[in-house]
């Protein structure tokens, strides 16, 4: 991503989630990425899977 | 990314019969700056026409007519063809829309060494990275017009905010937030085992049924937002239509003042000359020579009469002194008598007196033109209001023909499509409000109704499938993108208004402008719209400050920049552009070389040509010589 603005802004928004380092991280890296079109539908399926749910689905 | 235009090609369009236009030097190299100056009728309008819709697609389905109307009419051609070379990075793509004109069809035709087949493929292609990009909205923002321009601050467009939204491909964040849901169909698809029961293939069939009313409702939305782009631009035709001829209707009136100006200033010569004439008729010598000759005569012959010097009394009294009269009868004492009871009564010292001025005039009474001239000027300022007569009757023809039917019909559309355009605002107000306590609004016409429903329904299908751990990701992904997207919005639209201002103070000088917001349209900050050459500079300065920022480097192909900007504005537009923009590519008119294409005169990244036409054909003049003595020999004509 070549605008600083949104690089930053995006950053800085991702910041304030309540997540981990590593999926903040991540996630930011999916949309810089995501911008250059070098994504993959797997890329996004993993991402999901690391956020940090309450499991509640009865077995 | 950076996206070059290296040529364009024509052959057999209209009246070019075969041309090069290269923006690359002899090395290959770009040509920062390219100006473009086509005469009249050579096809401006055309070649931004090919350009937009070969790169957003709308090429692929040109119809019978617009084919029809490439073709050359003085020639007898069956093909023609039009073909643009971009270099996207290190990689050239060419682009070439040809034309069948006995059976009226295009066809499209891409070449790029990574394409399949041989490098070449009938259809659009563009590189991976940005291959979804080319829409109509996006590639109306690099291939310009100053209609385009105009609407940045048009209340009734979303052109500022649809800008940002385009240019920095914020979109992107819809494509995340749909492939979240797609994630999660496809994992509750995959758990349909776990839950077969028939209220799970209900709620499963009322999910379907509300997905593909949301997906009505947001093609609708689309659809309405082009209907809405199109009728903004019918809008846009007509407000110019009805400025044109109210123009003219304008130019007319201030002609016809003129003429009835000219008409009262000859009437009033006339009123003079018949006053002049009138003066020089109480002297009978001045209407012709023969005239002044018996005169003359006349006072000559009174010389004649001898009239005593003193009175005529004095002459009756003497004369009744007396034995014979003038008359040669005898003066009786009777006849004395009555001579000097009547002496009185005749020829007093001051009839005698008029007497000698009457004859003074008449000896000095001499023909001389001063009559014949004021009967000559009578004539002349009849003529004169005669023409002025006729001109006036034209100028009326004119005026009813300017200003009657045509701009009472342009009126009357344009009521209409405002009209449309406020219902095509409601229906989109109605279908996008996130307004949830509107009773009006229901899933079957609100979309964010709709997506709530949906995601009632998502809740009970993950409950039954036992995928609510993939439905709270889901829900948390779409809080963090929509969260993400609203933050970039805000502070992209922050620093914009900051930088736009920042180039607007050196833009527009003899007046305060700033934006103060950009709410779909730009909010000026206390001012209720700018001028025609104030809305150019504040759209350049805007558009300039976003490509600058840009992601992608992008040319900036433009009909007609200058416009109406005055020329300090031309001067500070002209310093701002190369600035800004990765490549220029300028189409002028001749009245827009003074104070803006000239400033790039000592620029050597700048590439001037000229294209005239002759009945048969068109050429091409590279270099400023000829530009610059081009515009100045036709700026009149603009």
């Known amino acids: 991503m070549r605008n600083k603005i949104l690089e930053h802004v995006i950053r800085e928004t991702i910041d304030t989630f309540p997540e981990s380092e590593e999926f903040k991280q991540m996630l930011e890296q999916y949309i810089q990425n995501r911008f250059k079109g070098n994504v993959s539908d797997s890329d996004f399926g993993f991402l999901l899977n690391c956020i940090n749910v309450t499991e509640d689905d009865p077995q | ?638």
């Open chain 2, 1 to 638: 990314m950076k996206m070059i235009i290296q040529e364009l090609e024509y052959q057999n369009i209209r009246r070019i019969g075969a041309l090069k236009l290269s923006f690359i030097d002899s090395k290959g190299n770009p040509i920062k700056n390219n100006f473009i100056m086509m005469a009249n009728g050579t096809g401006k309008t055309t070649t931004l026409g090919l350009i937009k819709s070969i790169f957003d697609g709308t090429a692929d389905h040109l119809k019978s007519k617009e084919i029809e109307s490439l073709k050359p009419l003085n020639k007898n051609v069956e093909r023609g063809f039009f073909s643009i070379t971009v270099k996207f990075d290190d990689t050239i793509y060419k682009y070439k829309l040809a034309f069948d004109y006995i059976n009226k069809k295009s066809t499209f035709t891409c070449t790029a060494p990574s394409l399949t087949g041989g490098g070449r493929e009938l259809s659009r292609r563009f590189p991976d990275s940005i291959k979804d990009l080319f829409t109509q909205e996006f590639v109306r923002r690099f291939v310009f017009d100053g209609e385009q321009a105009t609407k940045v601050l048009n209340n009734q467009s979303n052109e500022a905010e649809d800008a940002i939204k385009y240019l920095y491909r914020l979109d992107e964040f819809d494509k995340i937030l749909f492939d979240n849901n797609t994630i999660l169909e496809s994992i509750q698809n995959s758990e349909i085992g776990r839950g077969t029961d028939q209220s799970l293939k209900y709620t499963r069939t009322q999910k379907d049924k509300l997905k593909k009313t949301l997906n009505n409702l947001r093609s609708k939305e689309k659809q309405l937002n082009l209907n809405l782009t199109d009728l903004e631009d019918v809008q846009a035709d007509l407000d110019s239509k009805i400025g044109g001829i109210e123009k003219k209707f304008t130019d007319l009136n201030s002609e016809k003042n003129e003429i009835l100006s000219k008409i009262n200033a000859n009437k009033s010569d006339i009123d003079n000359v018949i006053r002049q004439i009138m003066n020089l008729s109480k002297k009978p010598c001045l209407i012709s020579p023969a005239i002044s000759a018996n005169m003359y005569d006349l006072g000559n012959h009174m010389t004649s009469l001898k009239l005593p010097k003193s009175s005529s009394k004095d002459f009756f009294l003497q004369l009744a002194e007396q034995e014979f009269c003038i008359c040669d009868r005898r003066i009786d004492d009777g006849a004395k008598k009555a001579i000097i009871d009547n002496a009185g009564g005749y020829l007093g010292s001051e009839q005698q007196s008029v007497l000698n001025i009457i004859k003074n005039k008449l000896m000095q009474s001499s023909f001389d033109e001063r009559l014949n001239d004021e009967f000559s000027k009578l004539k002349k300022y009849k003529t004169k209001a005669y023409k002025l007569g006729q001109e006036l009757e034209n100028i009326q023809n004119n005026l009813e023909a300017a200003g009657g039917e045509e701009i009472i019909r342009a009126k009357e559309e344009r009521i209409s499509n405002l009209e449309k355009i406020g219902e095509t605002k409601a229906t989109i107000k109605k279908l996008v409000s996130k307004d949830i306590n509107d009773e009006d609004l229901t899933p079957e016409n609100n979309i964010c109704k709709a997506q709530k429903e949906l995601e009632i329904l998502d809740g009970k299908i993950a409950s039954k499938t036992k995928t609510n751990t993939a439905l709270k990701k889901k829900q948390v992904m779409e809080k963090y993108i929509n969260c993400i997207k609203d933050a970039a919005i805000k502070r992209l639209k922050e620093t914009i208004i900051a930088k736009t201002n920042n180039k607007l103070e050196k833009v527009i000088t003899d007046d305060l402008i700033k934006i103060e917001r950009i709410e779909n349209y730009i909010v000026l900050k206390n001012k209720d719209g700018a001028s025609e050459g104030q809305t150019l500079g504040i759209a350049y300065c805007y558009l300039g400050t976003m490509f600058e920022d840009a992601e992608l480097e992008f040319p900036f192909i433009i009909d007609s920049p200058a416009g109406k900007m005055d020329y300090t504005k031309r001067r500070a537009v002209a310093d701002i552009i190369p600035t800004v923009f990765n490549q220029l590519i300028a189409f002028v008119t001749s009245t827009e070389v003074e104070g803006f294409a000239n400033r790039f005169y000592s620029d050597m990244n700048t590439k001037f040509v000229t294209i005239t036409a002759t009945k048969d054909e068109t050429l091409m003049h590279e270099g400023i010589d000829f530009f610059d003595k081009y515009q100045k020999e036709h700026r009149e004509e603009n």
